[in-house]
């Protein structure tokens, strides 16, 4: 049994003593280390909430670990076989599935397993493997350590991190599981020991049901609306159909009555700000541009940047500022329209326009004086106050035979939550098992994804997969990695299935076994650029002591 020792000035300190079974005898406290991940119900809820915003779009984002950076695949070494530190031991699995009288040739997947989800130190979001595993609470999910811990960011604990059983393309079926506490051996969370590279950690209750409600809004509380909006756009052509009418009449209908449509548009496409009639006409080619003076022609007042107003002309032409003055007294300014605004419609126009909803310029003056275009607009016995002026320029169609309805309805997203009862409820949890005999027949479950060396991309991490086989009698090591004590398997999985259980004495029939191991490195033994071994820690008394610690805490609900 390995440790790590530290000198400390001028003696050797050793981290931990030995550690005993679930049933043994005493232990050294510091072998187990335990950090908090989400401190309150209220930040769970939110967690859950991140990852199934927009129909699971995070879940589906996130990646598969790269700890080991893609052709981080070192040959392992073997030695000698491990001595256990203390008597062999097994904590029985819980809720197993009801078996199956029927011959089974396939392998059953169990309802424990799933994904762990996180954000790493980079800000990236990134998936692992991970098990539904017994404990007081039924609240415990196992996995490997450097799927919870961020070795790259000075060991803290990952961001965000929930776990999904039965997880499938955004769908979460049994619900969202945010981690409470994270337990894993000392040496690994202060020394990135990977022979201690397996944590445990407890989840709140589930969150499920995470759908979202319409809530038809007007246009101001949508442009004040910060979390998920949309806006229903419709359209309807002129024709001579009753059906069709009868739609354009609805609409305005429900407009005049203070429903939440919008006014139309103009035959350039830009929203009409001004008061009119819920149904607007527009030319059905906009592009279809002609001079004033063709017959027939429509001339409509297009809303321009300032800039385009400025290097507009005077004249009749297309996007020329010959029209009426907008607003009485600022002389030979055509085309320009300034109106006195409140204090709230003032910063309401500049966080739109920030946004990219609007044109136009916002103004204020402790003085009463606007300046712009080169012209003083006195205001001075109005002193102090807040304006917005909006620029436009001519614009002359070709009047079209089709003439199209424009409408627009404005919508917030809500989520509704509900709480889906425990872990081990809802999937059941595996069992434990410690200082086991190596050279035992496994059941590996994980969910691969990650290329092998040679750039062969055999796996997609959609669904799981699994291996089976005997672990090897001797342990297997590598200097690379600094592993002096894993357990080896022939498996040609790849990362992604990290932190999945290696289950001894698994039931096909019951779906249920002893969790004896976690993926935590791949290697290539035959020398061809492809995985062809995973290996797990050696899951001893110690690994039963963190365990034990991580087995008796209790989480409650996140809301």
Not at 147 to 162: E, L, R
Not at 460 to 470: A, L, S
């Amino acid at each position: 049994m390995k440790r790590i020792l530290i000198p400390a000035g001028g003696a050797v300190l050793a981290t931990g003593l030995l550690a005993a079974g679930l049933a043994g005898s005493a232990s050294a406290a510091n072998d187990v280390a335990s950090d908090p991940m989400a401190k309150s119900a209220a930040t769970a809820k939110a967690i859950a909430e991140f990852w199934a915003d927009n129909n699971g779009a995070a879940l589906r984002a996130a990646k598969e670990s790269n700890v080991w950076d893609g052709k981080d695949v070192a040959k392992l070494q073997q030695k000698g076989g491990y001595s256990a530190d203390s008597k062999p031991g097994t904590a029985p699995p819980i809720g197993a599935e009801k078996k199956t009288t029927a011959k089974v040739h396939n392998v059953n997947l169990p309802k424990t397993i799933g994904k762990v989800f996180f954000v790493n130190g980079k800000g990236e979001k990134k998936w692992c493997s991970a098990t539904s595993i017994q404990s007081q609470y039924r609240n415990l999910v196992a996995t490997a350590g450097h799927c919870v811990y961020d070795v790259a960011a000075n060991q803290d604990v990952m961001n965000k991190w929930v776990f999904v059983p039965g997880y499938y393309q955004g769908k979460a079926p049994f619900g969202i599981y945010v981690g409470k506490q994270a337990f894993t051996h000392y040496d690994f969370s202060n020394f990135e020991d990977y022979d201690r590279d397996y944590a445990f950690v407890t989840v709140y209750n589930g969150v499920s049901g995470l759908t979202q409600t319409k809530n038809k809004v007007s246009k101001s509380d949508y442009l004040k609306a910060t979390g998920a909006k949309f806006i229903d756009e419709q359209q309807i052509k002129e024709s001579t159909d009753a059906a069709t009418e009868a739609k354009a009449k609805e609409l305005a209908s429900k407009y005049n009555a203070g429903g939440n449509i919008e006014n139309g548009y103009d035959a350039t496409g830009k929203q009409i700000e001004t008061a009119g009639p819920v149904v607007s006409k527009t030319v059905a080619n906009p592009d279809d541009k002609v001079g004033h003076d063709y017959p027939g022609a429509t001339k409509v007042q297009t809303e321009t940047s300032k800039s385009a107003w400025e290097a507009a002309s005077n004249g009749q032409k297309n996007g020329d500022r010959w029209q009426q003055d907008l607003t009485p007294g600022l002389g030979n300014l055509r085309g320009i329209e300034l109106k006195r605004v409140t204090e709230t419609e003032y910063n309401s126009f500049v966080a739109s326009k920030n946004a990219g909803n609007e044109l136009g310029t916002a103004y204020t003056s402790a003085s009463g004086k606007v300046t712009f275009a080169g012209v003083e607009k006195d205001f001075a016995k109005e002193p102090g106050g807040f304006w917005v002026a909006k620029f436009y320029v001519n614009q002359w169609y070709k009047k079209s035979s089709t003439t199209t309805y424009h409408f627009r309805e404005y919508y917030t997203l809500t989520s509704a939550v509900k709480d889906a009862g425990r872990l081990g409820d809802n999937v059941g949890g595996q069992g434990f098992a410690w200082n086991q005999p190596t050279g035992k027949h496994v059941r590996v479950f994980g969910y691969p994804a990650a290329p092998h060396p040679d750039g062969n991309k055999s796996y997609t991490g959609v669904t799981p997969k699994w291996c089976y086989g005997k672990t090897s009698s001797k342990l297997a090591a590598s200097a690379a990695k600094k592993i002096e004590e894993h357990v080896a398997l022939k498996c040609a999985m790849t990362e992604g299935a990290d932190g999945g259980p290696w289950l001894y004495k698994y039931s096909n029939a019951k779906r249920i076994g002893y969790v004896n191991g976690v993926t935590s490195t791949f290697a290539d033994q035959n020398g061809n650029d492809r995985v062809d071994t995973i290996t797990s820690p050696y899951f001893d008394g110690e690994t039963a002591e963190v365990y034990r610690a991580a087995a008796k805490v209790w989480s409650g609900k996140a809301f």
